[in-house]
T-cell receptor, first 109, second 113 residues
Framework: QQQVKQSPQSLIVQKGGISIINCAYE??????FPWYQQFPGKGPALLIA?????SEKKEGRFTISFNKSAKQFSLHIMDSQPGDSATYFC????????FGAGTTVTVRA | EAQVTQNPRYLITVTGKKLTVTCSQN?????MSWYRQDPGLGLRQIYY???????DKGDVPEGYKVSRKEKRNFPLILESPSPNQTSLYFC????????????FGPGTRLTVL
């Protein structure tokens, strides 16, 4: 069973728009929440990560919002660019990594 | 260049024919792991290793074996592959723990007929 539920499965956004990907979990032992970005034909690479004692973390155009009480977290991609077109995975860690199913983001020029 | 390498990158085989997918990292990392990626399921961990001679099962270990005899290498062994093991496989490494940044290899596309 998927320990981290990710949605949507795919999304299309216009250049300059905002992409939002949501993840939810049940296991309260998770204590670290990274996001990985994967381009076609490549392995995933760490994009940004957050700890549950922080409600928001921003790195450039990428922001994680974290709601501990709701056990939800999300990735916002601001001013989306064609180069952001990729598959994004949320993950959660207790002593192992559990990944969401992934979201394929397509940014139209 | 710091990297994780996997070989082969593509493999087509038949049911029951033993195979090994190699993984090597040149970053002196202690933690290594194997994942399979399937559409709609994301990445699922098969096995992981905290250090030489220390391995443990992930979420989907059935049908797979691993060994960690050297720090840099972590081969994945399928002793009797079946069609449900057709998947995209990734090896990853990190400096010490699951909480550290995972560096993924380029992937191995395996097809079992």
């Amino acid at each position: 069973q998927q320990q981290v539920k990710q949605s949507p499965q795919s999304l299309i956004v216009q250049k300059g728009g905002i992409s939002i990907i949501n993840c939810a979990y049940e296991n309260t032992a998770f204590d670290y929440f990274p996001w990985y970005q994967q381009f076609p034909g490549k392995g995933p690479a760490l994009l940004i990560a957050i700890r549950p004692d922080v409600s928001e973390k921003k790195e450039g155009r990428f922001t994680i919002s974290f709601n501990k009480s709701a056990k939800q977290f999300s990735l916002h991609i601001m001013d989306s660019q064609p180069g952001d077109s990729a598959t994004y995975f949320c993950a959660a860690i207790d002593y192992k990594l559990s990944f969401g199913a992934g979201t394929t983001v397509t940014v139209r020029a | 260049e710091a990297q994780v390498t996997q070989n082969p990158r593509y493999l087509i085989t038949v049911t029951g024919k033993k195979l090994t997918v190699t993984c090597s990292q040149n970053m002196n990392h202690e933690y290594m792991s194997w994942y399979r990626q399937d559409p709609g399921l994301g990445l699922r961990q098969i096995y992981y290793s905290m250090n030489v001679e220390v391995t443990d099962k992930g979420d989907v270990p059935e049908g797979y074996k691993v060994s960690r005899k050297e720090k840099r290498n972590f081969p994945l062994i399928l002793e009797s592959p079946s069609p449900n093991q057709t998947s995209l496989y990734f090896c990853a490494s990190s400096s010490g723990t699951p909480w550290d940044t995972q560096y993924f290899g380029p992937g191995t596309r395996l097809t079992v007929l």
